[in-house]
């Protein structure tokens, strides 16, 4: 896969700095549309093929699980060149080169930078003792590391998570699948206080302590302490406590790996840098240097760098959309999220902290049962801004297509938790995005399956397997397969298809 090495004269070279899933689908993007007059060479700083980071949760408890992205087979392609464990060390612009890790130099006509980013460290002594969650060397050391532990001191390893958002809960609760007593410690009030109002958040608490997690919040730690063998033995706390563990795992956010465009100390960049990280683009994907694009967690826009599939997905798309002629732009940042542990079903999306003015909230909360739903609405209780959903998710699939429409039915019919049954029958229009983390939109499925798609051959597709391959709708996060399988089998019958439930 790193043996085509002749570029020809007529081919403009796309040196494509990073492996990652940006990476992947940037040269997928341009696989698809096309490689005629075009060679793109991917230097990945890890020695794997390219791999799904959203699912890392899954290598944490079973190392042998394959996260490998696409069909591999792309990579034989003469105009597509996969080198890993080559890093990208220097760009330099004015030679239109970059120079890498293996003392090689590569010259471009396009650069792409998807360098990703870096999990952000902890800023107290003992930082350089904890685990982080960001690869797949990271998550196969937590493995190893919780069964060495527990075999060596002949009692479950205890684990403290310091972070309680998204990777951070998936960290902790992977940690106990694996045999471990694990804490975590959360700074806000509240677990996953990015995505979750108070209620919200309160509710997820309830949720993972009954999972066996012992949940920490409203505290800061302020030392990972150690024996003389450098052996972790706890965590000191800001109010004098000490946690017991065996391990910590810090969780705290990301850091941009934006060192490619920075400039030597008493030098100024060429490029634009954002304030906290990252290199500036403009909704074309483009940076500040002509021919130098980035995308992905790198990547700021509109002064943010966010960690989420969706974006970066979309970010690598415009940039193929561009280098063929077209006019794409970058719409902002999709923050939708939801939780992937096993039996807690949480999802947040849209304006989920209601700070659209006169906008409306309309919530269910069950504290007993560990149970929020809530619904976001502009003043009318008519177009749907956002929602949060704890405890019973269902709603989610449904509404989150919806987003920025109008709602077929009152508000009040969605919060399922309350006693109302099921959420009301939506017919989403063709226009709306089933599948937010590859911009799938329901008029693409509904002509896959009914054979004028984009499926090989535009033979109608009747299996839900053969639907995600040929339109990609829920293959990366998979939380929009429900709906994708319901749509499925309401084209089926249109068409008086029987619908097998096998």
Known sequence: MTGHTSIPDNQRRIVVAGGGPAAHRFADAMHTRGLEGWHVTV??????????????SKALTQ???????????????????LRTGERVTKINTGEKTVETSAGNSYAYDHLVVATGSDAAQLPFPGSELAHVYRTLEDVWGINKAVAELSERLGRPAKTVTIG???????????????????????????LMNAQLDEGAGQALGRLVTAKGLEVLTGTYPAEVLSDDDGQVTGVLMKDGRTIPADMVIASIGIRPRDELFRAPEGEVSVFELGEKGGVVINDHCATSVPGVWAIGEVANFGGMCLGLVAPANT??????DRLHGGQATFPGFDTATKLKLSGVDVASFGDAFAKTEH????????PARGVYQKIVTTDDAKTLLGGIFVGDA?????????????????????LTAAGGGDAPETELPDDAILCSCNNVAAGSIRDAI??????????PVQELGELKTCTRAGTQ??????????????????????????
Not at 394 to 414: C, I
Not at 478 to 490: A, H, N, Q, T, Y
């Open 43 to 56: 230097l990945a700083e890890e020695a794997h093929l390219p791999y799904d980071r959203v699912a890392l």
């Open 63 to 81: 190392m042998d699980h394959d996260l490998t992205l696409g069909d591999t087979s792309m990579w034989d392609h003469a105009s597509l060149d």
């Open 164 to 190: 309680g958002g998204l990777l951070g809960l998936e960290a902790a609760a992977g940690t106990v699948e694996l045999g471990a007593e694990a804490a975590v410690i959360n700074g806000s009030r509240w």
């Open 315 to 320: 970010m690598a798309e415009i940039v193929a």
């Open 359 to 366: 906008a409306l909230e309309i919530v269910y909360a069950d």
């Open 394 to 414: 269902t709603p989610y699939m449904s509404l989150r297509p919806l987003l920025g429409r109008e709602l077929p039915a009152e508000p009040g019919a969605y």
């Open 450 to 459: 009914n054979g004028c798609g984009s499926c090989e051959g535009n033979a």
């Open 477 to 502: 996060c998979g939380s929009c397969v429900p709906m994708l399988k319901k749509l499925l089998e309401g084209e089926l019958k249109k068409s008086g298809i029987e619908v097998s439930k096998a």
